[in-house]
């Protein structure tokens, strides 16, 4: 998309010390100056038109360091130059809300440690019956492959053979919420001064059972058998569904909960393929369709190459 920006400017030499430094940059905004008008287009390239300079720069909010007046922002749409939307230009033009915040604690620096969950559950039990422990863990997705996997980078959170785990989730994802939205303030020993602590949820780890219950999916039971699109019987073997997303899980849950007889609840339920069970986590920021790895154990090894090793071996003879 391409977007269009005019600004008037009160210095321009300040303009040319910002942005020489990124005139070899390639794939990155650009500037045209003429006179006290300066004017951005987002694309792919730059170029000089007249008596213009063109200047690439890495992004608009450096524009607004130098105090330069917004007065036309339009867009691209459809080969045609419209205005922004009001929440467009306000999302575009408004501080981001971490820095207001760095501001509030004197300037502290904000640390990003996106983090990874991981849930599953663990057979605890001494005799034969099935006594399983769900768990939540987590690791800082900063470390390296290497380190990420040292037992003592693997951070415990939770664990219960008695509560389910969405019911375990309540006060996790409150937390993680605001870890996320606020942050907290802690103190980098490197710095030696406080810092905010920003810890966003890159995604959640987990076999295929356990992620069709973290989606509100039924399970690869249902008609439609996958967590990640809407494929079916219909669809072909080396075709994808309409892709889920979390708005449309979310008013498919409604819909179904809104259903006047158990008939119609079911009908629903198989029609999206989609469980009516309120679930907390799908007040994450992230999209659990897209934020739920397919793991590999559950989807080949236990999954066709089981059964197919399985019908193998059952239609063997003795010789």
Same mark, same amino acid.
């Given at each position: 998309?391409?977007?269009?920006?005019?600004?008037?400017?009160?210095?321009?030499?300040?303009?040319?010390?910002?942005?020489?430094?990124?005139?070899?940059?390639?794939?990155?905004?650009?500037?045209?100056?003429?006179?006290?008008?300066?004017?951005?287009?987002?694309?792919?390239?730059?170029?000089?038109?007249?008596?213009?300079?063109?200047?690439?720069?890495?992004?608009?909010?450096?524009?607004?360091?130098?105090?330069?007046?917004?007065?036309?922002?339009?867009?691209?749409?459809?080969?045609?130059?419209?205005?922004?939307?009001?929440?467009?230009?306000?999302?575009?033009?408004?501080?981001?809300?971490?820095?207001?915040?760095?501001?509030?604690?004197?300037?502290?620096?904000?640390?990003?440690?996106?983090?990874?969950?991981?849930?599953?559950?663990?057979?605890?039990?001494?005799?034969?019956?099935?006594?399983?422990?769900?768990?939540?863990?987590?690791?800082?997705?900063?470390?390296?492959?290497?380190?990420?996997? #040292?037992?003592?980078?693997?951070? *415990? @959170?939770?664990?219960?053979?008695?509560? %389910? /785990?969405?019911?375990?989730?309540?006060? &996790?994802?409150?937390?993680?919420?605001?870890?996320?939205?606020?942050?907290?303030?802690?103190?980098?020993?490197?710095?030696?001064?406080?810092?905010?602590?920003?810890?966003?949820?890159?995604?959640?780890?987990?076999?295929?059972?356990?992620?069709?219950?973290?989606?509100?999916?039924?399970?690869?039971?249902?008609?439609?058998?996958?967590?990640?699109?809407?494929?079916?019987?219909?669809?072909?073997?080396?075709?994808?569904?309409?892709?889920?997303?979390?708005?449309?899980?979310?008013?498919?849950?409604?819909?179904?909960?809104?259903?006047?007889?158990?008939?119609?609840?079911?009908?629903?339920?198989?029609?999206?393929?989609?469980?009516?069970?309120? #679930?907390?986590?799908?007040?994450? *920021? @992230?999209?659990?369709?897209?934020?739920? %790895? /397919?793991?590999?154990?559950?989807?080949? &090894?236990?999954?066709?190459?089981?059964?197919?090793?399985?019908?193998?071996?059952?239609?063997?003879?003795?010789?």
């Amino acid at each position: 998309m391409y977007l269009l920006v005019i600004f008037k400017a009160r210095a321009l030499h300040v303009w040319v010390v910002l942005f020489n430094s990124f005139a070899r940059r390639v794939k990155m905004p650009f500037i045209v100056v003429y006179a006290n008008w300066i004017i951005i287009l987002l694309s792919a390239k730059s170029y000089v038109i007249g008596e213009t300079l063109s200047i690439p720069v890495c992004c608009i909010e450096a524009v607004l360091d130098v105090q330069a007046q917004a007065l036309h922002v339009l867009k691209c749409h459809e080969g045609h130059f419209v205005q922004l939307t009001e929440n467009e230009y306000t999302s575009l033009f408004s501080p981001h809300p971490m820095k207001i915040k760095s501001m509030q604690w004197g300037g502290s620096p904000v640390v990003m440690v996106p983090i990874t969950l991981f849930t599953d559950d663990t057979s605890g039990n001494k005799s034969k019956q099935w006594n399983k422990f769900d768990s939540w863990n987590f690791r800082l997705e900063g470390l390296s492959k290497k380190e990420n996997g #040292n037992l003592q980078n693997i951070h *415990f @959170i939770c664990a219960s053979n008695k509560v %389910p /785990v969405l019911d375990m989730a309540v006060p &996790l994802v409150q937390e993680f919420t605001a870890l996320e939205n606020e942050g907290i303030i802690a103190y980098d020993a490197f710095l030696q001064r406080n810092v905010i602590v920003v810890a966003p949820i890159l995604n959640i780890i987990c076999d295929n059972p356990r992620g069709a219950e973290v989606c509100s999916h039924l399970g690869a039971t249902t008609s439609k058998y996958c967590r990640i699109c809407m494929a079916d019987v219909t669809t072909g073997l080396h075709s994808i569904g309409c892709l889920r997303n979390k708005p449309d899980t979310l008013c498919q849950i409604a819909r179904i909960q809104s259903a006047r007889t158990q008939k119609e609840m079911k009908q629903l339920q198989k029609e999206f393929g989609v469980r009516a069970k309120p #679930n907390p986590l799908l007040e994450l *920021f @992230i999209d659990l369709h897209r934020c739920t %790895p /397919v793991e590999v154990l559950h989807t080949l &090894l236990l999954g066709p190459y089981k059964y197919l090793f399985r019908d193998l071996m059952g239609r063997l003879t003795t010789v």
